[in-house]
T-cell receptor, first 112, second 115 residues
Framework: GDSVTQTEGPVTVSESESLIINCTYS????????LFWYVRYPGEGLQLLLK?????QKGSSRGFEATYNKETTSFHLQKASVQESDSAVYYC?????????FGTGTSLLVDP | GPKVLQIPSHQIIDMGQMVTLNCDPV?????FYWYKQILGQQMEFLVN????????KSKLFKDQFSVERPDGSYFTLKIQPTALEDSAVYFC?????????????FGPGTRLLVL
């Protein structure tokens, strides 16, 4: 079936440092699923951070960006300079057919 | 942004009893979803619901599970009877259009513990 694999957490980064959270996917029924990054801040529901539906395109939001790479089936999340408020759990996901398939989540802690 | 609420936030129940998890979706949304996340594992799709009907469901959506949205109020997930393996966090989501076209908005989850 479809699957998403992402960096195992927890990941700890100092404020103003760069961040990369890796995500690779496997989609069995179609070649180019829609790809997403969701984020869950403490005590809140999952929120969409960014999405990309076209292979080769880049999505960005709140300083984060991710590029849909169909050759490597990857969708890594990057940020050049993290802030303490970015501490959260990040989920990579793909949408295909009728459902979202999620990775296990990567907990990010940003040290002030 | 739009908020999805879930009630209760935590529920402890004895195995074999019935439990109802409540979701208050975004007010004008038409499509509703439940996901299940067992501790340490990924969040997995259970079911989606539109126009009073289950549209798709996964193999995790056992016969003991049912969903409904009576009178356009809460979107509920009922488990009857509960089993130990039902212990998990259950997330509700809603969207205005089908998930292929529109963003799903998620609630904070209900943590269910079956003893």
């Amino acid at each position: 079936g479809d699957s998403v694999t992402q960096t195992e957490g927890p990941v700890t980064v100092s404020e103003s440092e760069s961040l990369i959270i890796n995500c690779t996917y496997s989609a069995t029924s179609i070649a180019y699923p829609n790809l997403f990054w969701y984020v869950r801040y403490p005590g809140e529901g999952l929120q969409l951070l960014l999405k990309v539906i076209t292979a080769g395109q880049k999505g960005s939001s709140r300083g984060f960006e991710a590029t849909y790479n169909k050759e490597t089936t990857s969708f890594h999340l990057q940020k050049a300079s993290v802030q303490e408020s970015d501490s959260a759990v990040y989920y990579c996901a793909l949408y295909m057919g009728y459902k979202l398939t999620f990775g296990t989540g990567t907990s990010l802690l940003v040290d002030p | 942004g739009p908020k999805v609420l879930q009630i209760p936030s935590h529920q402890i129940i004895d195995m074999g009893q019935m439990v109802t998890l409540n979701c208050d979706p975004v007010s004008n949304h038409l499509y509703f979803y439940w996901y299940k996340q067992i501790l340490g594992q990924q969040m997995e799709f259970l079911v989606n619901f539109y126009n009073g009907k289950v549209m798709e469901k996964s193999k995790l959506f056992k016969d003991q599970f049912s969903v409904e949205r009576p009178d356009g109020s809460y979107f509920t997930l009922k488990i009857q009877p509960t089993a130990l393996e039902d212990s998990a966090v259950y997330f509700c989501a809603s969207s205005l259009a089908p998930a292929s076209q529109d963003t799903q908005y998620f609630g904070p989850g209900t943590r269910l513990l079956v003893l």
